[in-house]
């Protein structure tokens, strides 16, 4: 079924109609094969590079602990999106066993070398800025990929420290729901870094927390999100960025140095582009803006240098200085006659064409 209807699960209207349509005297698994697929594990799945035992426990647990499934089913219908959709449809390397409905679990919980349990490899310490933990470190031989819990005993854990993994040798970090910040710096500097799950419970991301993590492509903002500072993106290795229309903070710098970036949409809710925040972009072709966006930082595109073209919405009343400066030669401003935009063209000596 995944094989034959991969492009349905892109749509979870048409993939849930499709899993009932298919299956419809076994309620119950379809009840589980859903459950998985709305905690995200085909997208997961599409973007991790191998799936181990760490990747996989995380939905196990959220199934138990989210959706009182039990142990045994929870492991069961995550091996099959494991196995049946990660290894044989995708062909991703997978060390994750298929097992029959019902029988003892194939997913472990991680351990170390001497025998301490998977949460017991983190450092921690009292959070700043909520009721809970911040994780500071992690004391694993096995720090490739790590799954990030959101509890140690019984408290909760609700923050990566500041510059807690910075400069670390980190490849993929999946962080739990319940987690809520992500420090400054947290992973800044993470070249191995190219893949980071986020849980909905995000709310904040800090000044340079994934700054220089070169060979991180993409991200998925989550719905909850708020804030993002200042350089929080800047380096990555980013295509494009999606912030979720719950930001109503973002900082200077964002996604500055981005260098394979080449297409960004700004959100309705963001009015204002901050300083620098495309700055060096060089690959970046297209900016689309929304007709309520009012004001665009200084330097906010300077070095865009494959950025030809662009339409001002009638309300921008502020555009910094060499907010455009250093784009492709044939660069063109489209905007309105006698709009602010045309008064910043003809300022700043910019190719201008009035609509």
Known sequence: MLRQHQASLDNKKIFTALVKDLFPTQAKNVNLLLMAYNLGIAQDIQNTSRINHAFAFRYVKQLMDDFGVSRANADWIVSVWCVCYGNKVLGKICEIT??????????????????????????????????G?????????????????????????????????????IEEAILTEGIT????????????????????????????????????????????????????????????????????????????????????????????IPDHMFEGCTNLKKVEFHENMVSIGERAFFGCSSLDFVIIPDRVKSIGQDAFSNTDKQFIMQCSFESYAEEYARKHKLKYQLV
Not at 108 to 117: A, D, I, L, T, W
Not at 206 to 220: G, M, T, V
Not at 234 to 244: D, F, H, Q, V
């Open 98 to 131: 298929l097992q029959k409905q019902g029988n003892g679990p194939t997913i472990q919980r991680e351990q170390s070398s001497s025998s301490k349990s998977y949460g017991d490899l983190f450092t921690y310490e009292k959070s700043r800025r909520g009721k």
């Open 133 to 169: 933990l911040a994780v500071t470190g992690f004391r694993g031989d096995k720090n490739q990929t790590i799954i990030f819990q959101n509890r140690s005993g019984n408290t909760p854990v609700v923050e990566i420290a500041d510059n807690s993994f910075s400069n670390s040798s």
């Open 181 to 272: 910040y992500i420090g400054r710096n947290a992973f800044s500097g993470c070249k191995k870094l190219h893949q980071v799950l986020l849980p909905p419970s995000i709310e904040e991301i800090e000044d340079s927390a994934f700054e220089n993590c070169s060979r991180l492509k993409s991200i998925s903002l989550p719905m909850a999100l708020k804030m993002i500072g200042d350089g929080a993106f800047k380096g990555t290795g980013l295509r494009t960025i999606e912030i979720p229309k719950s930001v109503f903070w973002l900082g200077d710098g964002l996604a500055k140095d981005c260098q394979s970036m080449d297409h960004v949409t700004i959100p309705e809710n963001i009015g204002r």
